[in-house]
């Protein structure tokens, strides 16, 4: 089946520092790419839909000069965590959908922890 | 390796009762997750079981049996719109989301 993967699985920083995380399709072409966030024993959360090509579309309460997400080819798509804070400390996944396919198409990523010190 | 199984593909009546089969093999365990997926839409969170028995929520519950590697989720009421695929995913320990490839659930009236 299709593959996403997301590149580092596991990152800490320092608080105040950036840290990007990369979401790959890697054997299909995917226009959207979800993000999402989970805290420990939480729900995943959605935190914004990425589009290739076009502005991504943040869910409410999600600050987007904090979370830069930019997807700037049908593979790709990048979260930048900006000036990190502990509390920024989370799970974030990422999902991708195939291009030209409808329903349910949805593949994804194995996830990428972040602790901020 | 680590894997998540659920049937492809399900068919239930509208107003009648369906319960989707999940069972895990994973390098530790963190809590198991079903989430709902309607067509072309982001998967949205259904339940979240760490401890065995049965949560239930609504016309929705969800049972664990960590002993079994086993869950399922039991949907009442069927109505057309739970026609969705039903994603189980499974955290490892290390806190990596294992995930099911989904049940698509087809509601007929």
């Known amino acids: 089946g299709a593959v996403v993967s997301q590149h580092p699985s596991r990152v800490i920083c320092k608080s105040g520092t950036s840290v990007k995380i990369e979401c790959r399709s890697l054997?299909?072409?995917?226009?959207?790419m979800f993000w999402y966030r989970q805290f420990p024993k939480q729900s995943l959360m959605l935190m914004a839909t990425?589009?290739?090509?076009?502005?991504?579309?943040?869910e409410q309460g999600v600050e987007k000069d904090k979370f830069l997400i930019n997807h700037a080819s049908l593979t790709l798509s990048t979260l930048t965590v900006t000036s990190a804070h502990p509390e920024d400390s989370s799970f974030y996944i990422c999902?991708?959908?195939?291009?030209?396919?409808?329903?349910?198409?949805?593949?994804f990523g194995e996830g990428s922890r972040l602790t901020v010190l | 390796g680590q894997n998540i199984d659920q049937p492809t593909e399900m068919t239930a009546t509208e107003g009648a009762i369906v319960q989707i089969n999940c069972t895990y093999q994973t390098s530790g365990f963190n809590g198991l997750f079903w989430y709902q997926q309607h067509a072309g839409e982001a998967p949205t969170f259904l339940s979240y079981n760490v401890l065995d028995g049965l949560e239930e929520k609504g016309r929705f519950s969800s049972f664990l049996s960590r002993s079994k590697g086993y869950s399922y989720l039991l949907l009442k009421e069927l109505q057309m719109k739970d026609s969705a695929s039903y994603l189980c995913a499974v955290m490892d320990s290390n806190y990596q989301l294992i995930w099911g490839a989904g049940t698509k659930l087809i509601i007929k009236p």
């Open positions: 054997d299909f072409q995917a226009t959207t």
């Open positions: 999902s991708a959908r195939e291009v030209g396919l409808g329903a349910g198409e949805l593949f």
């Open positions: 990425s589009n290739e090509g076009s502005k991504a579309t943040y």
